[in-house]
């Protein structure tokens, strides 16, 4: 069981917007704003998509966005498009000796 | 733009250890948060631990804290992850990861990561 809890799956069509949820504690995603989202294809590594709850690392489209409200994590992906279509993970820093945890992911289906 | 390169496929015997290393092509990762995270079959990211090389004392996540050993070599700019006491349930795909920065808040944030290497732990 992962730290952090995600929705298994999301879908939705082309042009749509979607949010992938990120529930922790007060002792990782509730208490510093240290979390982050990647993204990550079949057979290859994840990409850091967001960090720092919102900031975008160079390159990543404006189509993605985090926020966060207590507890709850969330990523938003507007505008749909066939290549969003991945697995999702959330990651904190935690204040635990563990330092990250991360979230059982969340897959994307465009349909 | 630093690229992490990561040693090659393993194949082990249960109760074994391994070593993957972690080389930094184009650039240095001495000065920044290295983490190494694992990926089982179908299975999620699982942070390991990590080190900041130009510091030199590594974090280890709990659960792995009796069997990890994360080493870095300065000169070489590379990070090296050692598990031992190796079983069935340890196959997997191992990342090396750098962060954001040398903060070590940062290591969850991974922005250059390894091709990953697949280790095989059977009889």
């Known amino acids: 069981q992962s730290a952090l809890t995600q929705p298994a799956s999301v879908s939705g069509s082309p042009g749509q917007s979607i949010t992938i949820s990120c529930t922790g504690t007060?002792?990782?995603?509730?208490?510093?704003?240290?979390v982050s989202w990647s993204q990550q294809h079949p057979g290859k590594a994840p990409k850091l998509m967001i960090y720092?709850?919102?900031n975008r690392p160079s390159g990543v489209s404006n189509r993605f966005s985090g926020s966060k409200s207590g507890n709850t994590a969330s990523l938003t992906i507007s505008g749909l498009q066939a290549e969003d279509e991945a697995e999702y993970y959330c990651s904190s820093f935690t204040s635990s000796s563990t330092l990250v945890v991360f979230g059982g992911g969340t897959k994307l289906t465009v349909l | 733009q630093v690229q992490l390169v990561q040693s090659g496929a393993e194949v082990k015997k249960p109760g074994s250890s391994v070593k993957v290393s972690c080389e930094a092509s184009g650039g240095t990762l001495n000065t920044y948060a290295i983490s190494w995270v694992r990926q089982a079959p179908g299975q999620g990211l699982e942070w390991m631990g990590g080190i900041i090389p130009i510091f030199g004392t590594p974090n280890y996540a709990q659960k792995f804290q009796a069997r990890v050993t994360i080493t870095a070599d300065i000169s070489t700019s590379t990070a090296y992850m050692e598990l031992s006491s190796l079983r069935s349930e340890d196959t997997a795909v191992y990342y090396c990861?750098?962060?954001?920065?040398?903060?070590?808040?940062?290591?969850?944030?991974?922005?250059?990561w390894g091709q990953g290497t697949t280790v095989t732990v059977s009889s």
């Open positions: 990861a750098k962060a954001v920065t040398s903060n070590r808040y940062y290591y969850y944030a991974m922005d250059v």
């Open positions: 720092d709850v919102s």
């Open positions: 007060s002792s990782d995603v509730g208490g510093y704003n240290y």
